[in-house]
């Protein structure tokens, strides 16, 4: 069973390149997901609040969900880079960014399975061929998941839905879930596919995602809906696919979690 497979089937990562070369001067990111690819010079990475990080060697720079940060290089050298906004969604989307760290730092040489990745994008990047910028997106959309993978795997993430998928028992659970989000699933169902009590599935569920597996459940029906609307599907055609008997009470509980009717996202 692969658990990110229903998740990713619904709300995989995105990555848009911004930038690619040499960069030569001082440089202020705003407030969104970043993904850096650092390949040759010094770099020095500032942070407000935090000790400034100097680079000498091939690294990735990966900010989840958006943090103001500023680049500082020597301009009689400068530094190459190919850098690219990131899309994980935020409290009314993408439950991905939930729980990962506000920074993940990752020197190439200590992880030898993405060199491949990264030396195709710097060959993209330093390059003009034909289909540059799609070649671009896609590769680091493939990064984005190796590196959220690598993080769940060791251990980086405490809370949210990668925590949950990175525990087995409660990993079947969540893919009932995302696999099936109509479903009028109970405390029990879930709890079964689990192989646990209904107390110790709750208590842990709760632990680990940060929610309860019904608020959970919500959660994700309403980042489905968003989509659909935002496709032009109707509020009734919606509601009926995210698991609920009639529109009126979808949109009750749509407004009440994304603070707007259903109509407006529509």
């Not at 997901?33 to 942070?47: D, E, I, Y």
């Amino acid at each position: 069973m692969d658990p990110f497979a229903g998740l990713f089937a619904h709300v995989t990562p995105r990555a848009r390149t911004f930038f690619s070369g040499n960069l030569c001067n001082t440089v202020e990111f705003g407030p969104e997901g970043h993904l850096h690819l650092f390949k040759a010079g010094v770099l020095t990475l500032a942070q407000p609040g935090a000790d400034d990080v100097e680079l000498h060697e091939p690294t990735l720079l990966f900010f989840p969900r958006g943090r103001t940060h500023r680049f500082i290089v020597d301009p009689s050298r400068g530094a190459d880079l190919v850098c690219a906004t990131v899309e994980l969604g935020g409290a009314e989307g993408n439950p991905i960014g939930e729980g990962l760290p506000e920074l993940v730092v990752m020197p190439i040489a200590g992880h030898p399975t993405l060199a491949p990745v990264c030396d195709l994008l710097v060959a993209e990047g330093f390059a003009d061929g034909g289909g540059r910028q799609a070649a671009l997106d896609r590769l680091f959309d493939y990064l984005l998941i190796l590196i959220v993978r690598h993080v769940v795997a060791s251990g980086g993430v405490e809370s949210g839905v990668l925590a949950g998928l990175a525990e087995p028992r409660l990993a079947k659970a969540l893919t009932a879930i995302h696999d099936a989000p109509g479903r009028p699933w109970t405390l029990e169902d879930l709890a079964e596919l689990a192989g646990m009590s209904r107390t110790r599935f709750a208590d842990l569920f709760r632990t680990r995602v940060g929610r309860t597996p019904i608020d959970y459940l919500t959660a994700w029906r309403m980042t489905l809906a968003r989509q659909l609307l935002a496709r032009g599907k109707s509020v009734k055609s919606v509601a009926a696919q995210v698991g609920y008997d009639s529109a009126a009470a979808f949109s009750r509980v749509f407004s009440r979690t994304s603070g707007r009717p259903p109509r407006e996202v529509r």
